[in-house]
Nanobody, 126 residues
Framework: QVQLAESGGGSVQAGGSLRLSCVAS??????????LGWFRQAPGKEREGVAA????????YYADYVKGRFTISQDNAKNTLYLQMNSLNAEDTAMYYC?????????????????WGQGTQVTVSS
């Protein structure tokens, strides 16, 4: 069973940066079977995909509203997924979630994710 734990959220001014981390347990020996992703949910809005990648590395996927500003990466030795967020703006304010699913098809298919962390809050002030 996959367990996910996010950290790194906080408050930052517009134009600033944050790096989120997600420690993933339960994927170590089956890494290539998984897609790992970041999602967010702002108050009053539906949860939306932000970025994703294969557990074994390789191709990455980004939502249009974060392309060029956010970067997803992973450190397999630490079982950790990262989301580097630059040039933050008020519209990026949301609870950010780490997610995982057994891969089959594109990791950029946001609706397929099944395992979720508890989330970490990101607040950007203008």
């Amino acid at each position: 069973q996959v367990q996910l734990a996010e950290s790194g959220g906080g408050s930052v001014q517009a134009g600033g940066s944050l790096r989120l981390s997600c420690v993933a347990s339960g994927v170590t020996y089956n890494r290539y079977r998984y897609c790992l992703g970041w999602f967010r949910q702002a108050p009053g809005k539906e949860r939306e995909g932000v970025a994703a990648m294969y557990g074994g590395g390789g191709r990455t996927y980004y939502a249009d509203y974060v392309k060029g500003r956010f970067t997803i990466s992973q450190d397999n030795a630490k079982n950790t997924l990262y989301l580097q967020m630059n040039s933050l703006n008020a519209e990026d304010t949301a609870m950010y979630y780490c997610a995982a699913v057994t891969s089959g098809g594109s990791c950029g298919s946001w609706e397929k994710y099944r395992s979720w962390g508890q989330g970490t809050q990101v607040t950007v002030s203008s």
